[in-house]
């Protein structure tokens, strides 16, 4: 569009939607339906897209529309406490234990910058521990330099962020405990958190190791610091109870953000009710928001919610199952949890960033336009999930088969 490129830096509002890492120019989408979308010259194409993880229900969900409309002409928000977000929040504690309060906010980045400050004020240190290629938002605390290596202070991921902010963050391997216990043994008592994707999704996705999410559990236990899940991809995508029920293990703070909303602007973060009573006015620890817990939003969250029934989830995965099993690509593999999956241009699925960094991204940015040109569009990087959502049925994983053999 040409008006975007004057309007927006790069044409856009979020980086990964100008195109860079594939080339060309992204279509301009303004009609969505289930598995579906439309561009404005009205081709249709399968979207693996799915907003980069809200849209499990697919495009334009009966329930979730009429929910939004009936919010909508309720009025609001009211500036006080409402029932959609006591609805939202009960739905989201009983399926996951570990949330007994919960805060909301507008966006993932938000939740994960608080739940960092609650940690600090919980633990009464500064230090914070996140994985190379483990993405939890753009705070500038969480915006360090992928890749200095466990046991270097960071340096500043992005401009603009301030060294002496960005060096309060160490940098560990995703699936590689060994590093943890060395950041955690170097840096011990001045480290408040560790957090983490329990599956990677921001490096294309890399599930966890055995082992790996349960020896976080114990080493931050003995560490004194805290264990915090970034779900804002996985949680009520890989099952009803998130990542954390999956593997069996119980963080002190969850971030959630994305499916909560059911695609309108949304995070939340939770846990223990003594770390959450840190935040005001319960606490010390100061966090607002004009639009929090907005009725639209809430609305959308509770219909997307109560439609993630268990016979939900099993038939995504067997859609998920049979595009992962079909999808043979000369020297490329798959990884996949649930309804998240990456094809990867190398010969074994990575294990870390590291390893995800050498996948063959002229090749996916090949196929990526092959399959454009298909009618399927696929999230635009090498390092992006594809999000299978309900309503991509047999056909229309068979087609995605097709176009990918092609
Ligand atoms: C998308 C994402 C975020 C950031 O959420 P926004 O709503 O985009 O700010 C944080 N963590 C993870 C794991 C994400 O995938």
């Given at each position: 569009?040409?008006?975007?490129r ?35 010259a ?9 907003a ?10 009966a329930e ?10 309720a ?12 609805r ?8 996951m234990?570990s949330i ?7 966006s993932?980045?938000?939740?994960a ?6 940690a ?37 991921g ?7 902010v ?10 590689d ?12 008592g001045?480290?408040?958190?560790v ?20 020896g ?12 915090i ?37 949304v ?8 770390l959450?009573d ?20 809430m609305a ?9 029934t ?41 294990r ?15 196929f ?39």
């Open positions: 569009m040409i008006a975007a004057t309007l927006f830096p790069g044409g856009v509002n979020s980086p990964v939607r100008a195109y860079r890492a594939v080339g060309g120019e992204p279509p301009v989408l303004v009609r969505g339906e289930g598995p579906h979308v439309w561009d404005d009205g081709h249709r194409y399968i979207d693996y897209v799915g980069f993880g809200p849209l499990v229900l697919g495009h334009a969900p979730v529309v009429a929910a939004i409309t009936e919010a909508a002409e009025g609001g928000p009211f500036g006080v406490t409402g029932p959609g977000e006591v939202l929040a009960e739905i989201i504690a009983s399926r234990p007994e309060r919960i805060r909301f906010v507008n993932g980045t938000e939740a910058m608080s739940a960092l400050r609650v600090r004020a919980a633990t009464g240190r500064d230090l914070i521990v996140k994985f190379e290629g483990g993405y939890h938002g753009h705070a500038d605390s969480l915006l360090v330099e992928a890749g200095s290596g466990a046991m270097t202070l960071s340096i500043p992005s401009a603009g962020v301030a060294r002496s960005a060096e309060q963050t160490l940098v560990a391997t995703y699936n405990l060994d590093s943890v216990e060395a950041v955690l043994r170097a840096h011990g001045k480290i408040a958190a957090i983490v994707e329990p599956i990677a999704a921001n490096m294309g996705v890399v599930p966890p190791v055995r082992g790996f999410l349960e976080l559990r114990d080493l931050t236990a003995s560490a004194g610091a805290l264990l899940f970034d779900e804002v991809i996985t949680g009520f995508r890989v099952g009803p109870g998130g990542a954390q029920e999956l593997f069996g293990v119980r963080p002190d703070l969850t971030v959630l953000g994305k499916i909560i909303g059911g695609g309108l602007p995070g939340a973060y939770g846990g223990r009710a003594e959450m840190l935040v005001a006015p319960a606490g010390p620890v100061y966090q607002a928001g004009t639009l929090s817990g907005h009725p639209l939003v959308a969250g509770v219909a997307t919610l109560r439609a993630l268990p016979e939900l989830y099993a038939g995504v995965e067997r859609q998920a199952a049979r595009l992962e099993s079909g999808l043979r690509v000369e020297g490329a593999s798959v990884a996949r949890v649930g309804s998240l999956l990456t094809l990867f241009f190398r010969g074994q699925a990575p870390n960033f590291r390893e995800a960094k050498s996948s063959d991204t002229d090749a996916f940015a090949r990526f336009h092959k399959m454009l040109d298909s009618g399927v569009v696929l999230p635009p990087s090498q390092f992006e999930a594809w999000f299978v959502s309900a309503a991509h049925d047999a056909s229309v994983i068979d087609a995605t088969l097709e176009a990918a053999s092609r």
